[in-house]
């Protein structure tokens, strides 16, 4: 716990125009992982637009390290398929948490993120502050595969004991 800077809830929320997997759609789910860590969301059977809202967090040690999202369709009979992956860069969330901002109107934007060749954004993400805590809410384009996105959000959580990124 020496090295935990703090956690990340990562909120899973949904999958849009995912890749068809199965005769006419796909049971997704999605493995998120960084360094050395492994969370799974649930899977929902037979859509491509699948409704998560699922929470994972992730124990954070290393800002500079990503975290990795892979889509994956359940099969019964053979290995599980492959449906794209996403890589979501926290530092520009971090440097947000540094500013060290206190009672800002709910909604207010603190910084904008705009996609690039470097992310896998698929739009515009923007850092919100949000009742005394900042969110950031983010459409994931999937790569390696024909189409898809991911709507994540993520938040930071500053446990007694950890080092923080202040």
């Not at 759609?25 to 637009?49: E, F, H």
């Not at 930071?156 to 923080?164: H, V």
């Amino acid at each position: 716990m020496e090295n935990l800077l703090g956690l990340l809830r990562l909120r899973v929320r949904r999958g849009i125009n995912l890749a068809i997997r199965d005769t006419r759609s796909s049971d997704p789910y999605v493995v998120v992982t960084m360094a050395g860590q492994k969370l799974k969301t649930r899977v929902i059977n037979g859509t491509c637009n699948p409704e998560w809202n699922d929470e994972l967090t992730l124990s954070i040690t290393d800002i500079n390290v990503p975290i990795n999202l892979a889509v994956y369709d359940r099969d019964t009979f053979t290995a599980d398929d492959k449906m794209g992956e996403a890589e979501i860069d926290i530092r520009p969330y971090v440097e947000c948490l540094r500013m060290g901002l206190e009672n800002l109107p709910t909604g207010t934007v603190i910084t904008r993120v705009q996609p690039s060749r470097t992310n896998c954004l698929s739009d515009e993400s923007c850092c919100v502050w949000d009742n005394g805590r900042i969110l950031q809410d983010m459409f994931l384009r999937l790569r390696n595969v024909e189409c898809g996105e991911i709507e994540v959000q993520i938040e930071w959580i500053n446990p007694p004991g950890c080092k923080g990124v202040f």
